[in-house]
């Protein structure tokens, strides 16, 4: 297995790691109040990824869409990847 296979493969699964864990983030959300530990710990990990899009996103209203702009960034940026590393 080559070194560039690797390493696409490494990415690949950090993005679906990624994207596992701000939509368990979501839907955890939904059920437990903001100080249970599984919520808060996730919120720990989740909030400093999604925090620089808010920065730039305005409000809208009740629906919060930092999450799906974060998990389309990290799928486009991952994929982007993964190609230059197979092109080479």
Do not use: C, K
């Not at 909030?47 to 960034?73: C, H, K, N, Q, Y």
């Amino acid at each position: 297995m080559s070194a560039a296979l690797v390493i696409a493969q490494f990415i690949s699964l950090t993005v679906r790691a990624l994207t596992w864990l701000v939509f368990a983030d979501i839907i955890v959300s939904f059920f437990l109040n903001p100080y249970h530990p599984v919520r808060a710990t996730l919120d720990r990990i989740v909030e400093p990824l999604l925090a620089p899009i808010r920065r730039f996103m305005p409000p809208t209203g009740m629906f919060d869409f930092s999450p799906l702009v974060f998990m389309l960034l990290v799928q486009v940026l991952g994929n982007v990847l993964i190609g230059m590393l197979l092109s080479l």
